[in-house]
């Protein structure tokens, strides 16, 4: 298939990688990224929330030439919550969508290969797979998040600092940063296990910049969503190794 640049295109991968989360031979290697996704989630939903509650109690206990501020933080409570909500949300999705893409990244990468061996019926480069290739492979394959991540944190600074201080154009660019490191972050499981360096990576995906860019949009989106991003992360891999299968493979030398 020719390579395509349509962001239009990109988007509907994560919905065409649906029906295979639960296909023979792909269902088994999606449960641990699956529930790895769940505990993180959750456990980041319990304490935000949890302190949150804390926090509010012992403020509104307060008394004194406060009590005027506790009646109208009590008045708005509602709204705060909510406001609450949508910002757990984001810190969550940054901050334990990382931490879980770090631990899970070793069963992704076997995610990848059995979807990969699905679609075209032979695994990544006619090698050994499986949990012992895994092992072999998991000090290197962490040692790569770790640089990634580190790759995110550097490039992300400018763009956090616009997107407090620059109004509609900053949150504009960081929206597009995030969905561009979230393509990067999962077309690198189907690629790693070709042996793809990062900065290639790039490269490929820089000359399809807007395909890149609604996969990587319309993946940051969902997992925002509650209970949704539970099946985002293996949906995503699942996604990506579609597309190297068939936007990618074919054009690498």
Do not use: C
Not at 103 to 111: E, Q, W
Not at 166 to 181: E, K, R, S
Not at 238 to 244: L, P, Q, S, Y
């Amino acid at each position: 298939m020719a390579l395509s640049n349509n962001p239009v295109t990109g988007i509907s991968y994560l919905f065409r990688a649906l029906p295979l989360l639960t296909r023979p031979g792909i269902k088994a290697f999606v449960l641990i990224p699956l529930l790895i996704n769940i505990v993180i989630f959750s456990i980041g939903i319990y304490f935000g929330f949890s302190y949150f509650e804390e926090y509010m109690e012992r403020f509104l206990d307060s008394s004194g030439m406060w009590s005027w501020v506790a009646a109208i933080v009590e008045f708005i409570k509602p709204l705060l919550y909510i406001l609450f909500s949508l910002t757990l949300l984001v810190l969550i999705f940054y901050t334990f969508s990382i931490l879980a893409n770090i631990i899970a990244a070793p069963f992704n990468g076997l995610l990848a290969e059995a979807t990969e061996k699905y679609l075209t019926g032979k695994p990544p480069l006619d090698e050994e797979g499986g949990f012992k290739q895994m092992m072999k492979e998991l000090v290197p394959t962490l040692l790569m998040e770790v640089r990634k991540l580190i790759y995110m944190l550097l490039w992300s600074i400018p763009f956090l600092i616009l997107l407090f201080v620059v109004p509609v154009i900053g949150p504009l660019l960081w929206f597009l940063f995030t969905a561009w490191m979230m393509s990067l972050q999962y077309l690198d499981y189907p690629m790693g296990n070709h042996k793809v360096k990062f900065s290639e990576q790039r490269r490929l995906q820089r000359k399809n910049r807007l395909f890149s860019l609604g996969f990587g949009g319309v993946t940051m989106g969902a997992s925002m969503i509650p209970f949704v991003n539970f099946i985002v992360m293996p949906t995503a891999v699942i996604a990506a190794t579609m597309i190297w299968v068939e936007q990618y493979s074919d054009n690498q030398s």
